[in-house]
């Protein structure tokens, strides 16, 4: 019996001694590059790793909308769905909250702005339902053509009449307790979705036995357009929230919002593809993006440097998940 308790102990704790591990390797995996490149691996870590925190409301800030774009790569992939198309939610979501912002104030934009990602979603689940268009293949290219439509959009319907190649601003901005307060709702909701609802119990049997699915009492198409239209929802309020909390305009180059929707994918697999990792595993992620211009700053160090350190840690961090991920699929 004692054996069996350490057993379901040792399981409990596991993920942790993995993921501290995997984190260590990362940190390992950066010293070298710092070193390789010819700069102080000690301060280079040391400041990627810590210069983050040092401003907890702005890293609270831009850790936000990374929260949603996470769960809204983590929803549909409990279903086994690659949600790839986060990044062009984003842009949707942002530009609903720009325009809606324009005509009304807060929290209209809010409450819309999700609506138009659900359609996006809705769109790569149909296309892979009643055309069988695989959903990575159409959400990567529905993501280029949305980044292209939404900077057109903004530059000639939406532009600000001073500064030509950002949009209008949005009524207001979010302080970062606001944006913690929907991140928060939005992930316990998630959480109970997933574990405390029908709907729930489908999308997980669906990722994990998609035969067994059909004797649940649903569809593989049914549970496929509402997994990606659920994605599509929180993709949606991700760039709507990263226009409130973050850069209050989108500019004509998308850099406002840009990439987003694939930070959401590394915040999703080093979370765990759990709704409860995705805001502690967004918020470790803003850190190293801030520490990485902190490094830039101190050091004189090109972007690069901090780039291919962070990819380094990023990448450490969510193999583990993404590996099993991929042996499960590849296994069966």
Known sequence: ????MGESGLRKVYPVLESLAALIAGIIGGFIVSAVLGYDPFASISLILLSGFGNIEY??????????????????????????????????????????????GFPLPIILAPLAGALIGFLIGVLRVYRGVNEVVSSIMLNWTLFYTVSFTISRYLRDPVIVHQSVRVDRMLSALEALLIALAITIAVH???????????????GSSPEALKYSGSSESRVTLTAMSLGGVLGGLAGALQVYTVSGFIDVTMSAVFGIGFMGIAAGLIGRATAVGALPASILISALII???????????????????????????????????LSSKVLG
Do not use: C, W
């Open 1 to 4: 019996m004692m054996l069996a």
């Open 59 to 104: 890293l609270l800030s831009i850790s936000v909308p990374l929260t949603l774009s996470a769960l809204a790569f983590i929803v549909p992939l409990r279903a086994g769905l690659f949600n790839i198309g986060v990044e062009g939610q984003a842009y949707v979501g942002a530009l609903a909250a720009v325009y809606v912002s324009s005509l009304t």
């Open 192 to 206: 109970t979705i997933l574990y405390r609802t029908t709907l729930g119990y489908y999308i997980r049997v669906m």
């Open 291 to 325: 520490g990485g211009h902190k490094l830039e700053l101190v050091l004189g160090a090109p972007p690069e440097l901090a780039d291919v350190m962070i990819g380094v840690m990023m990448l450490a961090l969510s193999a583990p998940y993404a590996l099993r991920l």
